[in-house]
């Protein structure tokens, strides 16, 4: 098990090493939801320009 607990202890940087993989998990999992929030922001601020065009164009004819 010697070698196992060495891996772990990524000779003396295990603090760094597993540090920056958890900044990094952690990223790759908020960043998809943070675009699809985004998307749905958009798509909601699209979907209310549409319909506020088209009140327009229907007032004017």
Known sequence: MNSVSEFF????YAL???GSFG???VLMIIEPLLV????TDVLK???R???LNA???????
């Open 45 to 47: 601020r699209v979907s």
């Open 55 to 61: 009140a327009e164009e229907k007032e004017s004819a």
């Open 36 to 39: 699809k929030k985004r998307r």
């Open 16 to 18: 760094y090493v597993w």
């Open 49 to 51: 320009i549409a319909r």
């Open 9 to 12: 202890a990524m000779g003396g």
């Open 23 to 25: 900044v990094t998990a």
